[in-house]
């Protein structure tokens, strides 16, 4: 099947170049065409001559003319002889190297080409990997914004790869801006107040605020920021009141990370001692900022010492990742989740949840 196609080719090639020099007649010869227009045109004057067209002086005069020129003719044959040849050995040529090239072109390849290889499998064929240098990106966009500091889309775009790499303030800026050229929208709102909560610390600031007030007020379902105004009861003291937000909005949201988030945040609420009505988490709820964060930042320390050994649930080992988050403790958070995936190693499905927690974790990929 290989050789066949092959070979019609080469011949189609061969006689398309070779037609041109093999149709139609061999040359003729000038000499012999001169001649027989001298018998014609002897014939012609003889004929003239008897008729009384032309006088005895014309008619050698005529005669004589034809003769020289016959004669000239038949000194030029040699010449006319060698161009006949020229083109005669330009067509041996021509047929020698069509013939000649295919089959020195084929008895090379016969010899180090492997027709009968099989083609590579598309899975075990080597693929560079194309690594994105964000920093390089990062600066050209930046570049761009300084010469086009009204362009809307390129904040947009820069905003969320700020929040990423841990640049909290200059998202909240690029969402500031976003908003200013673009026009409000839940969403947002939502990502500005997002920016805000994760430069101060996970603290909710009046700004932050602000802005997850006016995402609910532009769509009143939008969970992101439900879910930080649920947090901010906590914040001003009603552990009570964020749990009962939280947990209806729990049961909004199907099943996914956005819920096991949500879960995940009311069991840390909850703790390991009892409800949030309880003594303990009243007494905690009471406490100035700085020594409830001190309190709640050892609970969540008691249950990473549980889970040292290496044992609990996914539901657990979620708690316990998504408390380091909102302690703004993300290497804490990286480290809790590589626990978890030697823990949960047999469990695929935990795993995949892992992997899905694992894209929240700020800076560099766990």
Do not use: C
């Not at 499905?349 to 894209?359: I, N, T």
């Amino acid at each position: 099947m290989f050789w066949l196609p092959v070979l019609v080719l080469i011949l189609v090639a061969i006689l398309l170049a070779l037609w041109p020099l093999l149709r139609g007649r061999g040359p003729v010869d000038p000499m012999d065409q001169a001649v027989a227009f001298y018998q014609a045109r002897k014939v012609e004057l003889e004929r003239q001559h008897a008729a009384g067209q032309i006088g005895d002086a014309d008619f050698e005069a005529a005669m004589a003319e034809q003769g020289r020129h016959l004669l000239s003719l038949g000194r030029g044959r040699g010449q006319v002889s060698g161009d006949i040849g020229a083109r005669q050995r330009r067509k041996i040529a021509a047929l020698a190297m069509l013939v000649l090239v295919p089959g020195i072109t084929l008895g090379v390849y016969l010899r180090i080409g492997q027709p009968g290889l099989p083609d590579l499998p598309l899975a075990s064929r080597a693929v560079t990997p194309q690594n994105m240098d964000v920093a390089s990106a990062l600066q050209r966009i930046e570049q761009h914004l300084a010469r086009n500091p009204d362009d809307g889309r390129g904040y947009e775009v820069v905003a969320p790869v700020y929040l990423r790499a841990g640049r909290f303030a200059d998202a909240a800026f690029a969402y500031r801006r976003v908003i200013a050229l673009l026009g409000p929208s839940a969403t947002r709102h939502a990502d500005l107040g997002e920016a805000l909560v994760a430069e101060k610390d996970g603290i909710i600031t009046a700004e932050a605020r602000d802005a997850f007030e006016k995402a609910v007020a532009l769509e009143p379902g939008y969970a992101k920021a439900r879910f930080y105004l649920a947090v901010l009861l906590e914040q001003d003291g009603n552990r009570a009141g964020a749990v009962e937000k939280l947990t209806a909005l729990a049961a909004e949201l199907g099943t996914g990370p956005g819920r096991m988030r949500v879960e995940a945040e009311i069991a840390r609420m909850r703790t390991e001692t009892g409800g949030p009505a309880s003594e303990a988490g009243q007494s905690i709820a009471a406490l100035p900022e700085a020594e409830r964060q001190a309190a709640i930042r050892s609970m969540v320390d008691q249950l990473d010492t549980r889970l040292a050994g290496g044992s609990g649930t996914l539901g657990e080992w979620q708690r316990l990742i998504r408390a380091r988050l909102v302690l703004n403790e993300p290497d804490k958070a990286r480290e809790a989740l590589g626990r978890a995936r030697a823990a949960l190693a047999g469990e695929p499905d935990s795993l995949k949840v892992l992997d899905e927690l694992a894209g929240e974790i700020p800076g560099k990929a766990p």
